[in-house]
Structure formats: structure tokens, C-alpha cells
């Protein structure tokens, strides 16, 4: 059975290649995944050994690389649904923060668990283009064999691709960050209680069993 922390490690690998040479706007994106795959993968192989022993430099290589990619202000406004206009302005930055410090540690924990795992690039349709929108799909390929679709969803603002939402075997994970937060609004009826408490670990577990990848 894969693990929930190499379920996001996969996930984590993707978005570092996306990284790599989604900025140029002039480019499609499928081909900038394709010319970027090799270089990011050996890089990871090259440096395995130190993120495998210095996890401070595993968290700076993430955020190195996702920083400029994932655009976490519209990702977490979509996780915290109609409790948006009901936060604080510092609540929500807090949150903003909070949110991705969660998904760097789980992605920095779990990286290395990449391991030549196989990834192909699909072919772009049209309906994959609409306006400012893209979508890259990708398959993964897990130690035992099973495919696992990966759907980018991103978003072309000031002329540089960011990645507004994540698909796996199908599981918007947008969608299940925002029923955790509503879930944990329910249960504790405060704000500041929901951010300090809140894990994108948890939803790895959540996507694990959901996704039913081994």
C-alpha cells in the first residue's frame, strides 16, 4: 500500500517539474512539463542524499520551487468557502500562512520517496485550454504498477501559469481542503481554533484511503 506521505511526494515531484518552467507564458504548458522533467528528476536523484538528512533543506527546496508556482492566496480563499467574508483580515493572512507552511512540511516529508517512478505527460486537448485556464494531465505510475491520473489546473495571471487546483484518481483536492475547514468551523464554532489546529496531513490521510492508490 502507498503511504499517504508518498501519495504527496508524487504530487510534490509534479508540481516541482511544473515549477521548473511554467513562468513563460508563451510556452504550452505540456511541452514546458516534458522539457522540464528530466532536469527536475535528476535533480532530486542528485540531492537526495542531503534532503534525506537535513529536513530544513528539504522544506527550502519545496518552498524554493512552489513559492512562485502554487497561487495559495486564491487556493486557500476556495478552502475557507463562505467562512471567508466571515475572517478577519488577520485571520485570513494567518490562515494564508498557516496553510502553506502545512503543505510544504507534508510535501518537504515526503519528496524522496520519489524513486524513478514513472510519469507521463499527456497530450493537450482543446477543451484543456479555456481562456486563462489550462489543464496539464499527467499519470503517474506507483511502485506496484497502478496508474494514477493527475489533472493541474492552472490559472495565467501577469503573464505566469500558477496552479490553482490539484486532481487525483479523480479527487478534487481543493474541494476536500474546503470540507475539512467547514467540518472543523462545525466542530469548534471558532476561527482561531480551526488555523491554529489545522494539517494538510490530515487530508493526505483523507486522500490515501479516498483515492484508493496502492
Known amino acids: 500500500m502507498t503511504y499517504p506521505k508518498q501519495l504527496f511526494s508524487m504530487m510534490a515531484a509534479v508540481l516541482l517539474l511544473l515549477a521548473a518552467g511554467l513562468a513563460q507564458a508563451e510556452q504550452d504548458p505540456r511541452k514546458l512539463v516534458e522539457q522540464t522533467v528530466e532536469r527536475m528528476t535528476k535533480r532530486i536523484d542528485a540531492e537526495r542524499q542531503k534532503l534525506n538528512n537535513d529536513p530544513q533543506y528539504a522544506r527550502e527546496l519545496v518552498r ?37 507552511n502545512s503543505l510544504v512540511n507534508t510535501y518537504a516529508s515526503g519528496v524522496t520517496l520519489y524513486d524513478g517512478q514513472k510519469m507521463k505527460v499527456l497530450p493537450l486537448r482543446e477543451e484543456d485550454r479555456r481562456g486563462n485556464y489550462a489543464r496539464v494531465r499527467m499519470e ?72 484508493n492508490v496502492n
Not at 508556482?69 to 478577519?88: E, H, P
Not at 491520473?149 to 495565467?156: D, G, M, V, W
Request: hydrophobic fraction near 40%.
Open 64 to 100: 524554493e520551487e512552489l513559492g512562485d508556482l502554487v497561487d495559495f492566496k486564491r487556493i486557500t480563499r476556495v478552502v475557507m468557502g463562505d467562512y471567508f467574508d466571515q475572517a478577519s483580515r488577520e485571520q485570513k493572512y494567518r490562515f494564508l500562512e498557516v496553510f502553506e
Open 140 to 211: 503517474f505510475s506507483t511502485n506496484s504498477g497502478q496508474v494514477v491520473p493527475i489533472f493541474f489546473t492552472l490559472f495565467l495571471d501577469g503573464g505566469q501559469w500558477r496552479v490553482v487546483n490539484v486532481y487525483v484518481n479523480g479527487l478534487d483536492l481543493s474541494q476536500i481542503y474546503k470540507q475539512q475547514f467547514a467540518q472543523s468551523m462545525q466542530q469548534h464554532n471558532d476561527m482561531d481554533t480551526v488555523i491554529a489546529n489545522w494539517s494538510a496531513a490530515d487530508v493526505a490521510d483523507e486522500v490515501e484511503n479516498k483515492a
